[in-house]
T-cell receptor
Framework: NAGVTQTPKFQVLKTGQSMTLQCAQD?????MYWYRQDPGMGLRLIYY???????DKGEVPNGYNVSRLNKREFSLRLESAAPSQTSVYFCASRGRTQGADNSPLHFGNGTRLTVT | QQQVKQSPQSLIVQKGGIPIINCAYE??????FPWYQQFPGKGPALLIAIRPDVSEKKEGRFTISFNKSAKQFSLHIMDSQPGDSATYFCAANLRSSGNTPLVFGKGTRLSVIA
């Protein structure tokens, strides 16, 4: 099992360009999430999808769109990139809560995006 | 409004020392408190988690202490090693809410020096 796979690993964009970050999980998880990580700011939720067919805004959704393509795939799109979107982007997935503990979040290894 | 406050932002300890990372939460409805560990270039991974019906949980050298009345919880790393150098995130959630997102603290960068 690969877990959560993110592509690309690195990307440099010019201001105004667009791109889509891809994420796929092979754990049959219902929920998927996009976070951005910036120094001193921790992990901030951009969008999430609690189940196939639904998406919801997180803490910092402005400038982003998402698509839950199917149960495995959840993509993040930047329509017009800005320098403020320079960050490391993480995709995560989580299965249904079973028993006493929440099912853990499984993270990919991130996409490092630089917008010049 | 930050719902989980984490401190310190960074921490340096000698090998064998016991680093302590603290978190405070605001929402009294939270009932699940995990810690995630992140190594450079990798995504975070679940380290240990606690529910509020216990005051302490140990897994190997890692211990969570929980104080429900103070709405605080902390991570202690016993006999810390250079390999423990990483960023640590506390988080909180409503276990009964299904898969609503975790609320994360801002992270603590730990360096363990030999």
């Amino acid at each position: 099992n690969a877990g959560v796979t993110q592509t690309p690993k690195f990307q440099v964009l010019k201001t105004g360009q667009s791109m889509t970050l891809q994420c796929a999980q092979d754990m049959n998880h219902n929920s998927m999430y996009w976070y951005r990580q910036d120094p001193g700011m921790g992990l901030r939720l951009i969008y999430y999808s609690a189940s196939e067919g639904t998406t919801d805004k997180g803490e910092v959704p402005n400038g982003y769109n998402v698509s839950r393509l199917n149960k495995r795939e959840f993509s993040l799109r930047l329509e017009s990139a800005a320098p403020s979107q320079t960050s490391v982007y993480f995709c995560a997935s989580r299965g249904r809560t079973q028993g006493a503990d929440n099912s853990p979040l499984h993270f990919g290894n991130g996409t490092r995006l630089t917008v010049t | 409004q930050q719902q989980v406050k984490q401190s310190p932002q960074s921490l340096i300890v000698q090998k064998g020392g016991i680093p302590i990372i603290n978190c405070a939460y605001e929402n009294t409805a939270f009932d699940y408190f995990p810690w995630y560990q992140q190594f450079p270039g990798k995504g975070p991974a679940l380290l240990i988690a606690i529910r509020p019906d216990v005051s302490e949980k140990k897994e190997g050298r890692f211990t969570i202490s929980f104080n429900k009345s103070a709405k605080q919880f902390s991570l202690h790393i016993m006999d810390s090693q250079p390999g423990d150098s990483a960023t640590y995130f506390c988080a909180a959630n409503l276990r009964s809410s299904g898969n609503t997102p975790l609320v994360f603290g801002k992270g603590t960068r730990l360096s363990v020096i030999a």
